[in-house]
């Protein structure tokens, strides 16, 4: 029994193409001709053509196909692989999925990461607050951010918040001199009632003064000169109150 390439081809629901492109490549044996010139297919050739059909369905490349020969002497192993890859692709769906449902559900920002984004999305902060979240989201290891996340959700003082908004470019000096005194007040009492809540993020991720210098830059793009200044006084009044604290640290001098 012998078929020509276009019987070949509708026996294992393929196309002539298709079986002269596994020729060129070497995945599927030349058959003979016949005395009148055409190919003459046979049982080998249908058993073949099937199995290259099956695995490429599975999700083998034609190399790889290539590479396991005509024996089922390695498509155990190369199965077992495939499978693990399926597997690792499943999960990370999987995982997609679940970020996919709370975008919908909270309509978040694709720009945070899971957890910060659904809380950003119900919480109104200002451009500036919002774009400098985001970059503090990329810099920031994890215990960091989740530190940065709890401040965020359960300390922040929304008055406070609110005098920074509204802070103009030309804001006299006592203004900014005051606001910073009261936010430096805020961040300690903050630091007092909860010990170890700033750790993380003062030393932040593997290469503080990367993180450092990287938010640095954030800032001075997002806020105008008066937000600045201020944000400037409050590290100031925070390091030199942690210099007095040493000072009067009985183990000094």
């Known amino acids: 029994m012998a078929w020509s390439t276009r019987q070949i081809a509708e026996l294992t629901n393929t196309t002539v193409k298709t079986i002269r492109h596994y020729h060129k490549v070497e995945l599927l044996a030349e058959p003979e001709r016949g005395s009148n010139g055409y190919k003459r297919y046979t049982v080998a050739h249908l058993t073949q053509v099937l199995r290259i059909k099956r695995l490429a369905e599975l999700g083998f490349s034609l190399a790889q196909i290539g ?6 002497e390695h498509l155990g192993q190369a199965l077992r692989v495939l499978d693990a890859e399926l597997a690792e692709t499943i999960d990370r769906l999987q995982r997609v999925r679940a970020e996919l449902a709370v975008l919908l559900h909270n309509a978040g920002p694709t720009d945070l990461p899971l957890e910060l984004g659904g809380f950003i999305a119900t919480k109104k902060l200002p451009e500036a607050d919002r774009s400098l979240t985001v970059v503090v989201s990329r810099v920031l290891g994890p215990a960091a951010l989740d530190a940065y996340q709890e401040i965020l959700r359960e300390h922040c003082d929304e008055a406070l918040s609110t005098a920074f908004e509204q802070l103009h470019a030309d804001t006299d000096e006592s203004t900014r001199r005051e606001l910073a005194a009261r936010l430096v007040e805020h ?3 903050l630091d007092a009632e909860h010990p170890g809540l700033l750790r993380p993020i003062v030393g932040a ?3 503080a003064q990367f993180t450092s ?17 201020v944000l400037d006084r409050v590290q100031r009044g925070l390091r030199s109150a942690v210099i007095a604290q040493q000072g009067n640290s009985p183990l000094v001098g």
Do not use: F, K, S, W
């Open 205 to 207: 991720g593997n290469d």
């Open 213 to 229: 210098n990287t938010i640095r830059l954030a800032i001075n793009d997002l806020y105008h000169p008066a937000q600045t200044d």
């Open 187 to 189: 961040i300690q009492a």
């Open 67 to 72: 590479e396991m020969g005509d024996t089922d």
